[in-house]
């Protein structure tokens, strides 16, 4: 676990910008991660220099010539993240874009009439280009329903909804209102019994930053993330899909080589900056195995990063030194279960007799950062089945601290009483 091996949570703190402290609030503690992970120093770096050179890519130039060594040496190192062996990789708008681009080239590109299934745990990234493109299509679009108490959706709930006409299916690997983690592998095992040449789609936005990706053992067809999530910068989402799948007719242009998916000149520091992130992996794991093999590396910090997160959300909700848990406040109730073992750092909760935005204001005076979820387009699909209108969110990383728990609950034990 981070917190407990010497010296290394310092250095791994030292790595990202503003920490501990806003550029327009000061000392503040940082349980947003959710809505944007803190950014990485040396992506900062790499962005603004790439930002200043002026060539482009593909001309008899050595910038040139460096700015696509940049590009293909990202592929590489998003293929290695991803733990994908086959495949392509690509970087778009955002995630959101990307899960639309996706979602739109597998309802159109898959045999008709059929059905395309997901569920209702969904980001409506998901869920909205379902609607749109199984119409398009002529598909009919199912949601299988999520477990209200668990906050979470399982192989077993997808299968009342699986045909052997199923054409598309998409997963969701971690809920951003829930903080419940899902069973992408086992939910894409029990689709192939049933539809074997099913188009699988995830998104795996919330889940990137929060211990492992393992594409070549889920047998899907697509994954997406957003790279602000999971310690880079706005501005570009990244897809990987399947062989098969990149064979499918998309937007291209005329002309363009075989299995191009990206349209007109993309930004290098998109790669560029995503290459620090795999990087910073690579030295986090560094610290936890010893290995010459990279993706070994990678899967070592993965498995740290969920360790320290657990130990976290564990004194969060059960208390640590003399200040009591979540679990223990009367006035708090945590959703989604107390203990529930599908959580990825993230604590969802409402506080009797006060709004959720009440609550993040009165975080926010006490400097602790966090966010209120409202039963709107983004969260509604999860809190309106369960009678609420908003609750407050504290997500928190793996550079979080024990200090910063305590210093969260010393504010939450006066809030509300």
């Not at 909205?128 to 199984?134: D, P």
């Not at 690997?173 to 829930?178: D, I, K, Q, Y």
């Not at 999971?230 to 990149?246: K, M, N």
Request: aromatic fraction near 8%.
């Amino acid at each position: 676990m981070i917190g407990e091996t010497h010296g290394l949570m310092g250095a791994v703190r030292d790595r990202f910008h503003h920490v501990d402290e806003c550029p327009y609030q000061g000392e503040r503690v940082f349980f947003e991660n959710a809505g944007g992970a803190l950014t990485l120093k040396s992506v900062v770096d790499v962005s603004a220099k790439l930002a200043a050179v002026p060539d482009n890519q593909g001309r008899d130039n050595p910038a040139s010539k460096e700015l696509m060594r940049l590009i293909d040496q990202g592929r590489s190192d998003i293929h290695t993240f991803f733990g994908a062996g086959s495949g392509r990789v690509f970087v778009g708008e955002s995630g959101t874009e990307l899960l639309f681009r996706l979602i739109s080239v597998a309802c159109l590109g898959a045999e008709k009439p059929g059905r395309v299934v997901g569920s209702t745990l969904e980001h409506p990234a998901t869920s909205s280009a379902c609607t749109r493109w199984a119409s398009v299509a002529g598909h009919d679009y199912v949601q299988v329903p999520h477990n209200n108490e668990t906050g979470t959706v399982t192989a077993a709930d997808y299968l009342a909804a699986l045909t052997p006409d199923t054409k598309v299916a998409t997963i969701i690997h971690t809920s951003p209102v829930t903080g419940m983690g899902v069973d992408v592998g086992g939910i894409a095992r029990e689709i192939r019994k049933i539809s074997p040449d099913c188009f699988i789609i995830v998104d795996g936005i919330q889940h990137a930053a929060h211990g492992g990706l393992d594409i070549d053992r889920y047998d899907i067809d697509g994954y997406v993330i957003s790279p602000y999530k999971v310690f880079s910068r706005h501005g570009y989402g990244i897809a990987w899909v399947s062989d098969r799948f990149s064979k499918l007719p998309h937007d291209v242009l005329v002309g363009a080589p075989e299995g191009q998916w990206e349209l007109g000149t993309r930004d290098t520091a998109s790669y560029a900056t995503f290459s620090q992130v795999v990087d910073y992996f690579d030295w986090l794991g560094g610290h936890f195995i010893e290995s010459q093999d990279r993706r070994d590396r990678i899967k070592a910090a993965g498995h740290a990063i969920h360790d320290q997160e657990q130990h976290l959300t564990d004194a969060m909700l059960h208390g640590t030194g003399n200040l009591r848990g979540l679990a223990e406040m009367d006035h708090v109730n945590v959703l989604f279960g107390i203990d529930n073992p599908a959580r990825e750092g993230l604590v969802a909760l409402t506080v009797e007799g006060l709004g959720a935005v009440e609550v993040v204001a009165a975080l926010n005076e006490r400097g602790i950062r966090t966010h209120a979820r409202k039963a709107d387009h983004y969260s509604g699909n999860v809190l309106k089945p369960i009678g609420l209108d908003d609750c407050v969110r504290v997500s928190l990383c793996h550079y979080n601290s024990e200090q910063e728990v305590a210093s969260f609950l010393a504010a939450m034990a006066e809030i509300g009483r």
